[in-house]
Nanobody, 121 residues
Framework: QVQLVESGGGLVQAGGSLKLSCTAS????????MAWYRQAPGKQRELVAT???????KYADSVKGRFTISRDNAKNTVNLQMTGLKPEDTAFYYC???????????????WGQGTRVTVSS
């Protein structure tokens, strides 16, 4: 049906940068809002950044000025450029998208499988 696949996670030192990407594939008519969430060990999943269908963006206070979300509608991709990484950014990062599979159908919420980001001090 529809699949979201993330890439780009890894291990980086504090102050470093990483770029996460997430591509949607399958039966897709249109994609609405796209977002990145993260979940650290023992904590709840939290919203990191959202890019709306009009390409406006919104960020969690903890990442403002450090992370940039972008999308490529032609490639059904959402990216998260992370700079100035801190140990507290360590988490599994998940992409999320509202995807409409056919015209006049209700958009459904899809999740990627997650990619691990580890920031060492």
């Amino acid at each position: 049906q529809v699949q979201l696949v993330e890439s780009g996670g890894g291990l980086v030192q504090a102050g470093g940068s990483l770029k996460l990407s997430c591509t949607a594939s399958g039966r897709i008519f249109s994609i609405g809002n796209m977002a990145w969430y993260r979940q650290a060990p023992g904590k709840q999943r939290e919203l990191v950044a959202t890019i709306f269908s009009d390409s406006s963006t919104k960020y969690a206070d903890s990442v403002k000025g450090r992370f940039t979300i972008s999308r490529d509608n032609a490639k059904n991709t959402v990216n998260l450029q992370m700079t100035g990484l801190k140990p507290e950014d360590t988490a599994f990062y998940y992409c999320n998208a509202q995807i409409q599979m056919a015209i006049a159908t209700t958009p459904l919420n899809y999740w990627g499988q997650g990619t691990r980001v580890t920031v060492s001090s």
